[in-house]
Nanobody, 122 residues
Framework: QVQVVESGGGLVQAGGSLRLSCTGS????????RGWFLQESGKEREGVSC????????YYTNSVKRRFTISRDNAKHTLYLQMNNLKPGDTAMYYC???????????????WGQGTPVPVSS
């Protein structure tokens, strides 16, 4: 059974940076698209960023453009999200996902992690 595990979350002050990582045991198929999603307390999960299997295509939701950078290292089966200039509005649980279809629709992804919390203080 594929397990996807996020790490790197934690309390950060506004203006600070964090780098989230996501590894997948047995997630050896490099042709999986990967994505990051967030969920604020009491709200629906929403897409943040995604990257194609090759890394050639990336997409960001408007609120994180020019602040967040998604990347992947297929040799290490690891996905990253570099988050800079964090704002209190970025506070959420962040989830990593892997699936066969590139894009920011949750339905594109088969495998999900348990999430890592990112609280941003003002």
């Amino acid at each position: 059974q594929v397990q996807v595990v996020e790490s790197g979350g934690g309390l950060v002050q506004a203006g600070g940076s964090l780098r989230l990582s996501c590894t997948g045991s047995e997630l050896t198929a490099v042709d999986y698209a990967r994505g990051w999603f967030l969920q604020e307390s009491g709200k629906e999960r929403e897409g943040v960023s995604c990257i194609s299997w090759s890394g050639a295509s990336t997409y960001y939701t408007n609120s994180v453009k020019r602040r967040f950078t998604i990347s992947r290292d297929n040799a290490k089966h690891t996905l990253y999200l570099q988050m800079n200039n964090l704002k209190p509005g970025d506070t959420a649980m962040y989830y990593c996902a892997a699936g066969p279809v590139y894009g920011l629709r949750s339905e594109n992804y088969n495998y999900w992690g348990q999430g890592t919390p990112v609280p941003v203080s003002s």
